[in-house]
């Protein structure tokens, strides 16, 4: 555990009860830390609390919608007493699909609150606590669709274009009280987002389209969320110490090799 140790830091991660944040949960937990996930989904957090306790973690759970600014601030007021906030990863995030045209009022409302206020609401809750604190490290999840354009991909590049800004802005402005900030722009990760979109879209057809979607990628295949979490470890540890105000494309060539 001494390589990219997160032994005895405390990490807060949203959105951590399925997907890439479940695998930053498991993995985070592995290195040491002791790991709060912050979801909306309680059967889903407990599944992960159970599988990082069986292997000797540390683990707290917490409902929490990250869109009510009110439930985060009472959320990282309670984990605060415990002790100090070492890391906070700002993973919690829906996709929608479509066009201008195809995205309605709500759609865009419902993917602002959670993309972009959500982020917003954690870091308003936390930079306080981690500048009392003497520092932190803060690593928020923007994409690939944040970065260039992908087709029928509107409002959801929209508000990850925001978390790439919001990155470079925290990470400017909180420097000097040792708080670092960074994000990790995944290209397409099979999550089960991916299989609920070809369930729903392509019934019967979900193998099929699925190996499309994989060839869309230079390298051939989707990201697995044990990869983009690999990364997260990383830009959160020690050894990671001099990095701040950058983005890390993890994309299988995505950016720089798709015409």
Request: hydrophobic content about 40%; aromatic content about 8%.
């Amino acid at each position: 555990m001494s390589a990219f140790s997160l032994k005895d830091k405390t990490a807060v991660i949203t959105g951590a009860g399925s997907g890439i944040g479940r695998s930053i949960a498991l993995k985070f937990a592995k290195q040491g830390a002791n790991v709060h996930i912050l979801d909306i989904n309680q059967e889903h957090t407990l599944e992960v609390k159970k599988l990082i306790e069986s292997d000797g973690g540390k683990c707290q759970t917490h409902i929490c919608n990250v869109a009510k600014q009110a439930e985060v601030m009472e959320t990282f007021k309670q984990i605060s007493q415990e002790g100090r906030i070492d890391i906070l990863v700002n993973n919690a995030g829906i996709g929608f699909v479509g066009n201008v045209e195809q995205t309605k009022e709500e759609d865009l409302d419902r993917l602002y609150s959670v993309n972009i206020k959500g982020v917003y609401n954690c870091l308003y809750a936390v930079i306080p606590l981690m500048k009392a604190a003497g520092g932190g490290t803060i690593l928020n999840m923007a994409s690939v669709a944040g970065s260039v354009g992908i087709a029928d991909r509107f409002g959801y590049s929209m508000t990850k274009g925001a978390v790439l800004t919001m990155t470079y802005s925290v990470a400017l402005d909180y420097i000097n009280d040792n708080i670092r900030c960074n994000s990790i722009s995944p290209a397409r990760v099979h999550t089960p987002f991916v299989d609920a979109y070809l369930k729903k879209n392509y019934p019967g057809k979900e193998k099929e389209v699925f190996a499309q979607l994989e060839k869309s990628q230079p390298i051939g295949r989707m990201g697995q969320p044990d990869e983009i979490a690999s990364l997260a470890v990383y830009l959160c540890s020690e050894e990671a110490a001099f990095i701040t105000g950058c983005d890390y494309p993890i994309d299988g060539g995505f950016i720089k090799l798709v015409p």
